[in-house]
């Protein structure tokens, strides 16, 4: 069909603007065209001349045609009011400007995005903070061909009068650490700062990286500092791009140090990360890194300040270490050097402190009598010594929900609870009503939890989750799920507490073939997965690797030579003789 059909509700904007504006408003389609077109709004874009002078053409054809049609055309029901026509937002230049824009940033399409950009300067479209952020992204993306480009924007955005925000900044922090000036990328987070604009982590990102693929370690340390001045807590990449530059620069205490933070921010690597911490301990500087005789008091009274699992006196003895990877038994003992590892104990006041913020956010996304009645319920039926996510354990393996395999749970746990008391079992109400639930002997099954107040049904419209989850923490109890919590809902908890408070709590489940042979239970391990460095100097990192119930969790064992130290002390009465 030709453009020209579509352009009645359009033609009064567009007669008032230059060829060039019809010119580029025909490479990036007619307005109705990106409202209802699906097709035509993903089709090539033509670029020819030909093509706009026909489009311009048949635009002044088509009003022509139009003003003849009204004067001369009578309205077969006359309106002797008639209203005038609204002119949509979504006619507009800017607007269309904007959505086309938007579309080259999820294509990552950085030359049409400058061409939009030029005709839009080019026929004064006024430019605002939502055209100028997509254009910056994209000269990021693709700054290493036009680095130039993305600083002229900036400059012409400061020159319309349009404040920058974060986002700005970013990208044109990113834009300078291509171009390998992470100086440049840290002069705009301190002007971010100057214009009361708050940084987040990825303002600070492309600096650090910037600095530690140079080896300047001391302005990464900067950045580092700057960091922890503003409250921002680096992850896994910025602490292991910090780890690697400080090894590689021989700076032994501040890989301790950045060791340290991995411990309890992180807890557990990814592979990539592991290896920069092999690497450090088959360095020859981590050999000569360490003091021969230290104060065995100060290390003992270390780990009891710390909680366990680490001391934070500083690197125990000198030697080469022996570096490789292991596992864990069922006690927690390295099956290579032989140490055991610790269980780190949850401090009270953190446990109360998170389920009182978790009831607080659950209140705000559910009914909150519905919550609160729950919590009432919880507090005259509790404590419990377990809870069961009934939902995750009567669909395990099943394509229907089996009441059988939820009851072969419930009888275990009361097995082994030390009262005889049966779990919490939480269900959805949909679960107790309809379908498996009215057969005879469920029914009865349901009956018996509720008489023995072990059963909660959650109402209509609710996420059981939250239920399970603050059921389990308020009661202090273990929770029985095969629910790795880690979509968006366990995310909102935004807390360090949770992954560690999850390994000590999570009690996860197999069967036999058939669910003849009942359930596994799989209980919370006796030790601590989590990076510790023991009284004696040795390191155990766990990996993200494995962990899922048959595949063992792959640990970084680095220790020293048993006769390290003595073979050290030796040599140096045997000199002092000689």
Request: net charge neutral; glycine share 8%.
């Amino acid at each position: 069909m030709p453009l020209a059909g579509f352009l009645p509700c359009s033609s009064l904007i567009l007669r008032h603007h230059s060829p060039l504006l019809l010119s580029f408003l025909s490479k990036t389609l007619s307005f109705p065209l990106l409202r209802h077109s699906r097709h035509y709004a993903h089709r090539p874009l033509s670029s020819s001349s030909s093509s706009s002078s026909s489009l311009r053409h048949n635009i002044k054809h088509h009003h022509r045609t139009m003003t003849t049609t009204t004067t001369t055309t009578t309205n077969p029901n006359p309106n002797p009011n008639p209203r005038p026509r609204k002119k949509s937002r979504n006619d507009s230049p800017e607007y269309l400007l904007r959505h086309r824009l938007g579309l080259c940033s999820r294509d990552a399409d950085l030359d049409e995005a400058l061409r939009l950009y030029d005709a839009a300067r080019a026929d004064s479209v006024p430019l605002s903070l939502d055209h100028y952020n997509p254009l910056l992204y994209l000269c990021a993306l693709g700054a290493s061909s036009t680095p130039s480009r993305g600083f002229e924007i900036y400059d012409q955005m400061l020159r319309d009068g349009v404040a920058p925000n974060e986002a700005t900044f970013t990208s044109l922090a990113r834009i300078a650490a291509v171009e390998e000036k992470p100086e440049l990328a840290f002069d705009l987070v301190r002007k971010m700062q100057s214009l009361d604009i708050p940084p987040r982590l990825r303002s600070y990102g492309p600096a650090l990286f910037g600095f530690c693929k140079k080896g300047d370690f001391l302005n990464a340390h900067e950045v580092e500092n700057h960091m922890e001045a503003n409250g921002i807590v680096p992850e896994e990449s910025e602490l292991a791009a910090l780890l690697k530059v400080n090894a590689d620069s021989e700076r032994g205490e501040d890989v301790y140090r950045v060791l340290q933070r991995m411990r309890g921010l992180v807890r557990r690597v990814t592979e990539e990360t592991a290896g920069t911490v092999e690497e450090w301990f088959r360095s020859d500087a981590a050999e000569g890194v360490g003091v021969e005789e230290w104060d065995e008091g100060k290390v003992r009274e270390g780990v009891r300040k710390g909680g366990g699992g680490w001391h934070g006196v500083g690197w125990l003895g000198k030697g080469r270490w022996n570096v490789g990877r292991s596992e864990m038994d069922g006690d927690g003992v390295c099956r290579t050097c032989g140490e055991k590892l610790v269980c780190i104990d949850i401090d009270p006041v953190e446990t109360r402190e998170f389920a009182s913020s978790l009831a607080n956010l659950a209140c705000q996304r559910e009914v909150r009598t519905d919550f609160v009645g729950f919590q009432e319920w919880l507090d005259r039926h509790g404590p419990f010594d377990a809870v069961v996510d009934g939902a995750n354990v009567g669909l395990y393996s099943q394509h229907n929900f089996s009441f059988f395999q939820l009851n072969s749970v419930v009888n275990g746990l009361r097995q082994m609870s030390p009262s005889k008391k049966l779990p919490l079992v939480i269900l959805h109400s949909r679960r107790v009503k309809g379908g498996p639930a009215d057969t005879p002997n469920n029914k009865r099954l349901i009956e018996s939890w509720r008489r023995a107040g072990s059963l909660y049904t959650t109402p209509n419209g609710s996420n059981d989750d939250w239920y399970w989850l603050y059921a389990a923490v308020s009661c202090g109890s273990l929770l029985v799920t095969n629910d790795e919590m880690r979509d968006h809902l366990f995310e909102l908890l935004g807390t360090s507490f949770f992954p560690r408070w999850k390994e000590k709590h999570q009690v996860r489940l197999t069967y036999g073939k058939h669910g003849k042979q009942g359930p596994n239970f799989h209980m919370p391990p006796p030790y601590s997965i989590v990076i510790q460095e023991s009284e004696r100097g040795s390191w155990h990192i766990p990996t993200v690797s494995g962990d899922d119930i048959e595949t063992p969790r792959q640990w970084v064992c680095a220790t020293r030579d048993a006769n390290a130290v003595s073979y050290s002390s030796c040599a140096k009465l045997a000199h002092i003789a000689s």
